[in-house]
Structures are given as structure tokens and as C-alpha cells.
């Protein structure tokens, strides 16, 4: 098994967009996702399914959402999505991934 780290910004705007793969080829075993929105931009993420606004998790500028694997919970392995309350919302992403061997 290896050790996938991801470490991305990404621009989000007023429609759903993809930030995060499914992961079928591995186990996510860490994600942090922090809103560093510039104009205060208000980012709504959702797991599996297309964002929307004001749904799922919200996160004010500077907030973040973190999960991690320990011994009662696993992260989810479903895509997620997120959209902006306007234009030009930003997030950065940590995300590490234990990969199969085959």
C-alpha cells in the first residue's frame, strides 16, 4: 500500500463543482477543506452529489471543515462537491489517500 497527498486551492464558483474524487482505487484517511474566500464568499460542500447553497456543510470565510481516520470512524470515499454564495470563492484542500497494491 502507498500514500496519496493531495495539497490544492481550487476556485469555486455559483455552480457545483467537483473537488474531490471518489476514491474506489483506495481509502481517504484524511481531508481538511478551508474556505480562504477573499471577499467573504460563503462555500457549501456536499458528499455524492452536486452542491448546494446554504446545504450540507457551510463554511464562512476561514471556516473548514477536517475529518480523519482513527479508531471509530472512517472518512467517506464518496466524491464531494462545493459551490459559492458569488463568484470567485477559493478553498484549499489537504486530502491523503491509502492506495491499493495490485
Not at 502507498?2 to 484524511?30: M, W, Y
Not at 458528499?47 to 464562512?60: D, E, S, T
Request: glycine share 10%; charged share 15%.
Amino acid at each position: 500500500m502507498g500514500n496519496v497527498i493531495r495539497d490544492a486551492s481550487q476556485t469555486i464558483g455559483a455552480a457545483s463543482v467537483q473537488v474531490a474524487v471518489q476514491q474506489e482505487g483506495g481509502a481517504r484517511k484524511a481531508l481538511s477543506i478551508i474556505n480562504t474566500s477573499p471577499a467573504g464568499q460563503v462555500i457549501s460542500l456536499a458528499w455524492g452529489k452536486a452542491a448546494q447553497a446554504g446545504k450540507g456543510i457551510v463554511l464562512y470565510a476561514g471556516g473548514s471543515w477536517s475529518e480523519s481516520e482513527d479508531s471509530t470512524f472512517n472518512p467517506s470515499n464518496m466524491e464531494i462537491w462545493a459551490i459559492s454564495s458569488a463568484a470567485a470563492g477559493t478553498i484549499s484542500i489537504h486530502e491523503r489517500v491509502t492506495t491499493r497494491d495490485k
